[in-house]
Structures are given as structure tokens and as C-alpha cells.
């Protein structure tokens, strides 16, 4: 089996909800008791850097066809980018 086949196995074995979901239950468990007043901005910031540099990986780095892959507007892509320190 090549390498483009097990990805799409894997993917459709394990949807993206399920990886995100094991994540947040492992966050939550390592909080070990604390809490934290501030876990979506948290969550959002570690699922947007990695989605954006994959996609932008994925599109050669051309930030109006990542912008229409993750269905976005390329002006809130690039004040993403910017507010990631990814620009």
C-alpha cells in the first residue's frame, strides 16, 4: 500500500474531531485539577497555526488559493498570518 492510500485509510478510520477531541481530553486531564479561563482562544490558536502552514505548504505558499481552501477570505487569512507572526 503506498503512502497516499494509508493517509486516506487512516483519515477515514479517525475523523478530525476524533484527533481533536483525544487532544482536549489530554489537555484537560495534564491540567491536572487547575483550570484555565481561557482554553478556546487557546484551542483556536494551537488548530489555526498548524492548519494555515500546512495549507499554505500544501498550496506552494499562494495565500488566495490556501484562503479558498480553508474558505476564508484571503484578508482575514493574511491578518491571521499576521497576528500568528506567520507573515
Given at each position: 500500500m503506498n503512502s497516499s492510500n494509508h493517509r486516506q485509510d487512516a483519515a477515514t478510520r479517525a475523523p478530525l474531531r476524533e484527533h481533536v477531541a483525544d487532544s482536549v481530553r489530554r489537555y484537560l486531564r495534564d491540567l491536572d485539577g487547575c483550570d484555565t479561563d481561557d482554553l478556546y482562544s487557546?484551542?483556536?490558536?494551537?488548530?489555526?497555526?498548524?492548519?494555515?502552514?500546512?495549507?499554505?505548504?500544501?498550496?506552494?505558499?499562494?495565500?488566495?488559493?490556501?484562503?479558498?481552501?480553508?474558505?476564508i477570505h484571503r484578508a482575514t487569512l493574511r491578518k491571521k498570518l499576521r497576528d500568528y507572526s506567520m507573515a
Open positions: 487557546i484551542a483556536l490558536r494551537e488548530l489555526e497555526i498548524p492548519l494555515f502552514a500546512e495549507v499554505l505548504k500544501h498550496c506552494d505558499g499562494n495565500q488566495s488559493r490556501a484562503a479558498a481552501m480553508l474558505g
